[in-house]
């Protein structure tokens, strides 16, 4: 068995821990003497608070007594969290990022790491995925059923399912602790300002949730029961470009637009979602949970557009066009054969999740912990593109077609041709795509991937009391923690075909035109496209082809976690302090299986093949809390981290390639074997990582400030290189090579680099300053964020994906007598972001414009009366109508992206019993 990694690192520790023990002046504290310990690790209660206020000074109180630095965020009452999002609640806290999905907050950056570097758990317990990645969508939990959330920034030994960025914990409510009976309810109507874009779509929708708590048998058993639903509409105007060539392909000529697909939205998102949670405590040592937790997530988008091949393509630029630095700002392309588009993305998710857990106490000096966590996911994606135009590639009219780019919105045209018009358009390939496959030319595409992702964790552990032992420790805790996860995903890919070979169709019999004066184009005919599909006027012929047979594949994993720690309660100098010191042992056994094709249409050739790989892990942490103050803390964190790799990254699958001309090379650098694909024996990314923060707590909850700084050493990060792989056994059509290796395209582990910051927050209540203040509050928070690791290990300027140098966010409150408004705002600047698309596969990188978004909310509970606890909330989401854009090649004039989503409103009553 090879060292396992991090065994240096240990040595840190280790003399941390003896410096500790050996300190002059060290003695143990009684409890009186110490402040009480939060363990937020484990599954405690995230207290219900009433109001906005309130929920903030709980946080504030939970991030004092965590004996790690943490963020926390508490729900102001039953089913109602600080936001309607979860996602958008954590995007609001220190050195967290969100990046926007079709409008909503979806993907969590924490300290400038992008999702693939965190992990999220929900009650403690591992959490599956719905995409290819392992980080979840946050928006397909439901706010209303949960109680809060815990950030975890930095490692501790008895953490399952850790990150390097760090763990994001999304917890339930415990009934038995609530400590009373609960019934509330709550519905709203939401809305956006853009008015409906495609015909059929709604402007609104509602959202209704219930919840009820209660406690029987003397208190010995306890239930919570919750419900959620959202039928919630979106629309948007979505610029996406092809890219910016040089103009006739010289490196003389300035840059023009490659091509563009811009597209109007329709959205409807319905979410459904259940808890619910069973506790039962027979005696004053047993616990135990049950948590059940389900969501049912559907979304439709129906997308409208003109996609323009135009540089690259066979449209020619005209001469007499505007140039400025460097870029064709105005001009016109003739013999365009634009490609109508009326397509549809659905999404079909079904989240189960269930655990227990056994806490039996008192056993002498001892307490055993069990637990078993369950999460599945079924998935289903609909992709499908139909094409209509003026006729097939070489027929019909084409268009000759101005162009002005218009700063950060991308381009508006001029066309000469009216694609409204229903005599001039029929349903064609006006490019001829696919045309190895379909004879003239597809005339639309249907994918429909599907996933399933399953894991089961279970976990033991004890805890000792050790009174004090050398008068540093005051308990001791080890377990096992076994997990194991199997994910799936396979693409199905049908080109659509005119029926008996026909290249052209007519239109469906009932069109309608949609309007695209967004980007200058006064309207497109438009169609029902899943009725056209329906309607059988196409043949579907499945895709044949190596890089869809190569694109299934199927992660399986197992991790047998061993861990031991001691906690820290002492003093050292008169000073009090905590913390703990442990490790992790981490086996892993993972595996993948999948195919390894080449070639098109009939000529495919696939070839079964599969991977696997095992390795240790050492993983040692240290905590360090001092109590320099009333209220003053100074933490230290020193710890291994880790972060499982992307599961489809880990894919045993390859498109591959054998070049018989090059059948009598013995040169490996002109091997007649060629490919690119996954690689089943990644390994994590692994850091060394240092915390140093400082905390005041004001008295009376009134606030708090916190700075801290962080500093992590990426061992190594990962890059597509050229990886030598063994090709025997693979067919060669007769011809005998004098290779049978050859280099492929790989994701592998390449060297790292650093990542360093500093955040900070401030949160104040008026109180603090004037009695004249009272009811008002301010939260302020923000972070820098340097890194050395390079996305691209060829290219040193281009920065890792999810790194904004700078985050901040304000949130200013006023709450009294029942009243309450807010207005929050947060800001991330510049960041490279892989914007996930309905079209290829694949990863894509562009950099994201800075960008501030606005929210704001006024509500009022009544106080009494025969409304008392009825409270009436107005929120509005995006005030300031922020886009979303994305440029290429470092220049912001070179717009990728432009998505514009409007202000989004909604309106409700809840009722507390």
Request: proline share 4%.
């Amino acid at each position: 068995m090879k060292t396992p990694p991090g065994y240096r690192y240990l040595s840190l520790l280790a003399a941390g821990a003896f410096a500790l023990s050996t300190a002059p002046a060290v003695y143990s504290q009684s409890q009186e003497e110490t402040p009480q310990r939060d363990e937020v690790y484990q599954l405690d209660v995230m207290e219900i608070t009433g109001s906005f206020a309130a929920s903030l000074a709980v946080s504030a109180e939970k991030k004092q007594l965590a004996p790690l630095i943490v963020e926390v965020i508490s729900a102001e009452d039953i089913g109602k969290l600080p936001d309607t999002s979860i996602a958008e609640s954590l995007a609001r806290l220190p050195g967290i990022a969100t990046q926007r999905v079709n409008g909503r907050a979806q993907i969590l950056s924490i300290r400038g790491l992008n999702e693939n570097f965190s992990s999220a758990t929900l009650n403690g317990r591992e959490q599956v995925t719905t995409g290819s990645v392992r980080a979840i969508e946050f928006d397909q939990y439901p706010a209303e059923l949960l109680a809060g959330a815990v950030v975890y920034k930095t490692g501790d030994a008895g953490l399952v399912a850790q990150g390097i960025a760090g763990v994001v914990d999304l917890r339930t409510v415990r009934p038995l602790s609530y400590g009373e009976r609960s019934i509330a309810a709550s519905s709203y109507y939401e809305w956006t300002e853009l008015d409906a874009l495609n015909a059929g779509s709604e402007r609104g929708g509602w959202r209704y949730s219930a919840s009820y708590i209660d406690q029987f048998a003397d208190d010995t058993v306890g239930i919570a029961i919750g419900f959620a639903s959202t039928d919630k509409p979106g629309q948007g105007k979505q610029w996406n470009s092809w890219g910016y060539p040089r103009a006739y392909y010289d490196d003389a000529n300035p840059l023009v637009i490659g091509g563009a697909k811009p597209f109007i939205r329709s959205s409807a998102l319905e979410r459904n979602g259940l808890l619910g949670v069973i506790e039962w405590k027979p005696q004053e040592n047993i616990r135990s949970t049950l948590d059940l937790y389900y969501t049912k997530f559907e979304e439709e988008q129906m997308l409208r557009g003109i996609e323009f091949p135009l540089q690259w393509s066979s449209a020619v630029l005209e001469p007499g066009y505007t140039a400025d630095r460097g870029l064709v700002t105005q001009g016109a392309f003739s013999n365009v054969k634009g490609v109508m588009r009326n397509d549809i993305v659905t999404r079909d998710a079904d989240i189960y999740a269930i655990g227990w857990n056994l806490e039996i106490t008192d056993l002498g000096a001892w307490t055993a912990n069990f637990d078993v966590g369950y999460s599945k996911i079924n998935r289903e994606d609909t992709v499908l593109e139909t094409y209509s135009g003026t006729g097939t590639a070489g027929e019909g009219a084409t268009d000759t077609l101005g162009f002005t780019m218009g700063g950060d919105r991308g381009a508006t045209f001029s066309p000469s041709i009216n694609y409204a018009d229903a005599n001039l358009i029929m349903l064609t390939s006006p490019q001829g795509w696919g045309g190895d496959v379909v004879p003239g030319g597809q005339l639309g595409y249907l994918k429909s991937p599907e996933s399933e992702d399953k894991l089961l964790q279970l976990k033991a552990f004890a805890t000792r009391d050790m009174d004090g032992l050398w008068n540093l420790f005051s308990k001791f805790e080890a377990g096992v923690t076994y997990t194991t996860r199997d994910k799936y995903e396979y693409e199905n890919g049908f080109y659509l075909a005119g029926k008996n070979g026909a290249t052209s169709l007519p239109l469906p019999s009932k069109t309608g035109v949609s309007d695209l004066s967004f980007i200058g184009i006064p309207g497109q005919i438009s169609y029902d496209p899943i009725a056209a599909l329906n309607s059988g006027i196409y043949d579907l012929i499945q895709n044949p082809n190596a890089d869809v047979l190569s694109a299934d594949w199927d992660v399986e994993e197992v991790l047998t976690t061993f861990y031991a720690k001691m906690d820290i309660e002492s003093s050292v100098m008169d000073i009090p302090l905590t913390g703990n010191i442990g490790f992790q042992m981490i086996n892993a056994d993972q595996s993948s299986k999948g195919a390894a094709a080449t070639g098109v249409g009939t000529g495919v050739v696939r070839v079964p093949v599969d991977g696997s790989h095992d390795y240790w892990d050492f993983v040692p942490s240290l905590n360090l809390n001092f109590l320099v103050g009333e209220g003053k803390y100074v933490r230290m964190s020193a710890a291994r981290q880790l972060a499982r790799q992307r599961m489809d990254d880990m894919r045993a699958g390859t498109n591959y390639g054998f070049n018989a001309g090059l059948a009598s090379s013995t040169d490996l650098l002109n091997s007649p074997w060629s490919g690119s694909g996954g690689n089943p024996e990644l390994e994590p990314w692994r850091a060394n990582a240092l915390d140093l923060s400082y905390e005041q707590y004001f008295s009376g909850g009134q606030g708090y400030f916190a700075i801290t700084g962080f500093y992590k050493e990426l061992e190594n990060y990962t890059y597509n290189q050229n990886l030598l792989t063994d090709f025997s056994g693979f067919p060669t059509a007769g011809v005998t090579p004098a290779l049978y290796q050859g280099f492929v395209s790989r994701p592998a582990n390449g060297p790292g680099g650093e990542i360093k910051g500093v955040e900070g927050t401030l949160s104040l209540t008026g109180d603090l300053f004037s009695e004249y203040l009272s009811g008002f509050g301010l939260i302020l928070s923000g972070s820098y964020t340097d890194s050395t690791v390079r996305q691209d290990i060829n290219n040193p300027a281009s920065p890792i994906p999810g790194l904004s140098e700078k985050v901040a966010n304000a949130t200013l409150y006023y709450e009294k007598a029942g009243f309450s408004a807010r207005v929050s705002s947060r800001y991330r600047s510049d960041y490279l972001a892989n914007l996930n698309t309905f079209g290829p596969r694949g990863r894509n990188y562009r950099t994201v414009v800075a960008e501030t978004v606005v929210d704001a909310q006024v509500s009022y509970t009544f106080q009494s009366g025969p409304l008392e606890n009825m409270s009436v909330i107005l929120q509005a989401y995006n005030l300031t109508n922020e886009p979303l854009a994305t440029y290429d090649q470092g220049d912001s004039r070179l717009v990728v992206d432009y998505q514009e989503y409007g202000v989004s409103y909604s309106v409700g009553v809840s009722y507390k019993f």
